[in-house]
């Protein structure tokens, strides 16, 4: 009988560490990035002042302006977001996959003494390891694919001792990890329409120069309320454009899917 394997964890989840350096630069990495616009734009208010040049009194189309802006960002945001949650889940849908395979496997190999379990479950780190590599390091998507295809040789090894009813369901687990991989590509090459993104810019575009323009008596009551309005706006606007793609990992994007779950998986395996 082969030599006995160290147990897999099922049910793996991210560290507590991980988890609040995830949650620290979700607060504060888009904050820190829209800061120095908002102090650009607190310099160009304050030089407008300066020169008089602020003619625009706040009305209700100004008002009706900055009520559009803040409706639509809301409405995308919430799409945007649900989206997101959806895609938190595909991670842990493949390490379900892997575990589910790994059971089999080694329960056929306490069944048959003469079953090799190690060579299965090399195959599935392999398989986990090459979707780590394709959403972190930018590698090739058929490496996937070619990772999945090399378990059909060892899931033949098992049909002699099991029969072919185990081994079905190991090819069903194997489809399902090669249907989420190619969800998990469309989502990551696949953004908002453009003319979302030019209509969330005009929107933003317009709404600085209104909150420029604007005059009214008191400019520091003015310089406050208009800087924090353009820091939200912008600030969410940045935010939908990360969780437009949460299989990012460019360094440039705050929001990601956290892998650690796939990455504990693979060390496991």
């Known amino acids: 009988m082969p030599e006995d394997l ?80 959806n895609s938190e889940g595909l991670p842990m849908q493949i390490v379900n996959c892997l575990e589910t395979i790994t059971d089999t496997n080694r329960t056929i190999a306490a069944a048959d003494p003469n079953y090799d379990p190690r060579p299965l479950q090399q195959a599935l780190k392999q398989v986990s390891q090459s979707i780590l590599d394709w959403l972190q390091q930018d590698g090739e998507f ?66 600085s120069v209104s909150l420029l323009l604007i005059h009214v008596n008191h400019f520091s009551e003015d310089l406050t309320v208009s800087s924090l309005i353009f820091t939200s706006l912008f600030y969410l606007l940045l935010l939908i454009r990360d969780l437009d793609n949460p299989f990012q990992y460019n360094g440039k994007s705050y929001v990601d899917v956290n892998l650690a779950i796939l990455e504990n998986c693979r060390d496991a395996l």
Request: hydrophobic share 50%; net charge neutral; no cysteine.
């Open 6 to 85: 160290p147990p897999v964890s099922n049910f793996t989840v991210p560290s507590k560490a991980t988890l609040v350096n995830s949650s620290k630069l979700l607060q504060w990495g888009i904050f820190f990035q829209v800061l120095p616009l908002a102090g650009l734009f607190i310099l160009v208010k304050a030089a407008i002042h300066w020169l008089g040049w602020e003619v625009w009194d706040f009305d209700s189309l100004t008002a009706s302006l900055l009520s559009a802006a803040t409706f639509a960002i809301a409405i995308l945001l919430s799409n945007t977001l649900a989206d997101y949650r």
């Open 142 to 207: 058929q490496s996937i694919s070619q990772a999945l295809d090399k378990l059909n040789p060892l899931f033949a090894l098992m049909i002699s001792g099991a029969g072919l009813t185990p081994v079905n369901r190991l090819h069903g687990e194997q489809a399902r990890i090669r249907s989420i991989s190619y969800q998990m590509q469309n989502i990551r090459d696949t953004d908002f329409l453009p003319p979302i993104y030019v209509l969330l810019w005009l929107f933003l575009g317009s709404s």
